[in-house]
């Protein structure tokens, strides 16, 4: 037992000094790169106009790279920094996602710009080819993505179109839909231990919560709504609930709130509301500060500290996820938006 | 009509931020324009914003600042308020017909002489310097009143002509 145990705390360095947090400054023209082990940016990535997100093949060797400049996936050698190849897609990326086998990177287009209403896709790259191999339409432009831990299934979640739209990703078709009466910001699949879809979690536009989907009846079975308290903060930059994510060890699921300027954690399976931190405010000589606008959530590896980027403060909080509270705030660079954990092996 | 939900959202954050501009400058504004505003409300010169406003919007001003066109091109913002003619393929401004565009577009968030109450100058304003940019998407885009591009902007709200001239 004692053994065992000492293998356990003796991996806990390994694991921090063997991850580092991408974080798009989508402001500007860089990518912030902290190390989890000492919670300071030991990288930054230029030359990027307006970085959407960050994703990685699983051996941490290529950097996918999404931007609001140009229509391209960047293709990066994460050592070299060097690109090696630009990607063309069928309009302005949102997120991306790649299959944990790697094989494919889903790309969400916001607008293809082929007609006056901001149409949308899932754009799918064959990640060895490193070619667009196929570009499903729908109806209105995509925000977020996120796929079954089997890879067979992508969920994309619309803020013009309403809706989330389910990708098969083997049949490369679109799968069910659900319709909402706000648009979709935000969301994650949870997955059941075979790798199939459990659940879909999203964020509304006009819900200080998150909506609960069922994979499998492809219904909404529960709207979570957060506490009341705390609160008085406004919207921030963009819609009321701005980041959602699940921890790597499935046990909580984290959900910010721009009225309360804090994340609220709920247990998983059950949904039980655990606590919430606050985070940091905006600071306006003179007058109450206002909320730091909280948006994208990330992990360290181990579940034990949680990421949120905070638009309006240019800033990471570090939460213990133990103790429930901000342990560091890490200066990034302007208007820091997706937040993405690659692990090395 | 790029999009009939995303205006929305936008314009949400738009009436927010137009809210709290409203109750933090209000009592300045009010005095700085010292009688009913527009009683003597400056014309917004197009020359002086075609030639002096208009190409900050495609200005690589640092590597913390995406250019406002990044965002702010109608394709990518969705119908918001602020949304910019594309530019023509393989153009490096606008033409005379997109520049008018603009100048309708951007004039609708400026209230004329009064850049207090002005949202196109506080919105990319740092919070720090009394602006409103920590709601903005874009971020701090000027850190200070004294950023030239900034003053630029700010001379065109007062009315300054192309010629060198301010009015009225």
């Known amino acids: 037992m004692w053994i065992l145990l000492g293998i356990v705390f003796a991996a806990v360095p390994l694991v921090a000094a063997t991850s580092r947090i991408y974080v798009t400054n989508r402001g500007g023209t860089t990518i ?20 959407e997100v960050v994703r990685f093949s699983p051996d941490g060797s290529r950097l996918y790279i999404a931007n609001r400049s140009v229509d391209v996936l960047y293709v990066m050698d994460r050592k070299s920094g060097k690109y090696i190849k630009k990607v063309p897609l069928s309009g302005w990326a949102n997120d991306a996602m790649v299959t ?47 796929l079954t831990a089997d890879g067979k299934f992508a969920a994309a979640g619309s803020p013009p179109g309403q809706s989330i739209t389910v990708f098969d990703l083997q049949k490369m078709e679109i799968a069910w839909e659900v319709q909402y009466d706000q648009g979709v910001l935000p969301l994650i699949v949870e997955s059941n231990p075979d790798g199939s879809g459990h659940r879909i979690f999203a964020q509304l536009n006009r819900t200080n919560g998150f909506s609960v989907v069922d994979f499998a009846t492809h219904k ?26 699940i921890a790597p060890d499935h046990k909580t699921l984290w959900t910010n709130s721009r009225p309360a300027n804090a994340v609220f954690a709920y247990s998983l399976p059950d949904l039980k ?19 730091g606008g909280p948006a994208w959530i990330t992990f360290a590896p181990d579940s034990r500290t ?28 302007e208007m820091p938006d997706r937040i993405s954990t690659l692990v090395l092996p | 009509m790029i999009s009939r939900v995303l205006p929305k959202i936008i ?31 400056p014309q917004l010169d197009y020359e002086f914003f075609k030639t002096r406003v208009e190409p900050i919007f495609l200005k690589s001003r640092s590597e913390d600042h995406a250019r406002c066109y990044v965002c702010h091109q109608v394709m990518r913002h969705g119908g918001g308020p602020l949304s910019l003619e594309m530019l ?37 304003l740092a919070p720090e310097a009394g602006g409103l940019a920590d709601t903005h998407q874009g971020g701090r885009q000027f850190a200070s009143e004294d950023d030239p591009d900034w003053q630029n902007m700010k001379a065109w709200v007062l009315g300054q002509k192309a010629g060198g001239s301010s009015a009225p």
Not at chain 1, 32 to 51: C, H, L, Q, R
Not at chain 1, 101 to 112: A, E, F, P, Y
Not at chain 1, 306 to 328: L, P, R
């Open chain 2, 11 to 41: 314009s949400a954050c738009f009436a927010v931020a137009a809210a709290i501009l409203l109750c933090v400058f209000a009592p300045f504004g009010t005095a700085q324009t010292a009688g009913s505003p527009g009683a003597h409300a």
């Open chain 1, 273 to 291: 509301l655990l606590g919430h931190v606050s985070l940091p405010e905006t600071p306006v000589p003179g007058k109450a500060p206002r909320g």
């Open chain 2, 88 to 124: 023509p393929a393989g153009a490096s401004f606008w033409t005379e017909e997109q520049s008018r565009h603009n100048f309708e577009v951007v004039s609708k968030l400026v209230v004329p002489g009064d850049p207090s109450l002005s949202l196109f100058l506080r919105m990319p």
């Open chain 1, 220 to 245: 909404e079975v529960q709207r979570i709504v957060n506490p009341d308290e705390p609160k008085g903060f406004g919207p921030g930059c963009e819609g009321i609930s701005h980041g959602i994510g």
């Open chain 1, 100 to 146: 944990n086998d790697g094989k494919l990177i889903v790309v969400c287009i916001r607008n293809t710009g082929t007609e006056a209403l901001d149409v949308g896709a899932l754009d799918i790259i064959d990640a060895k080819s490193l070619e667009k191999i196929k570009s499903i339409p729908v109806r209105r432009g995509l925000h977020d993505v996120s």
């Open chain 1, 32 to 51: 912030s790169v902290i190390d989890p082990a000492t919670n300071k940016v030991v990288e930054e990535i230029k030359g990027i106009e307006s970085p």
């Open chain 1, 306 to 333: 949680v990421y949120v980027s905070t638009c309006g403060t240019k800033s990471v909080s570090a939460i213990d996820v133990e103790a429930m509270k901000e342990i560091t705030r890490i200066p990034v660079g």
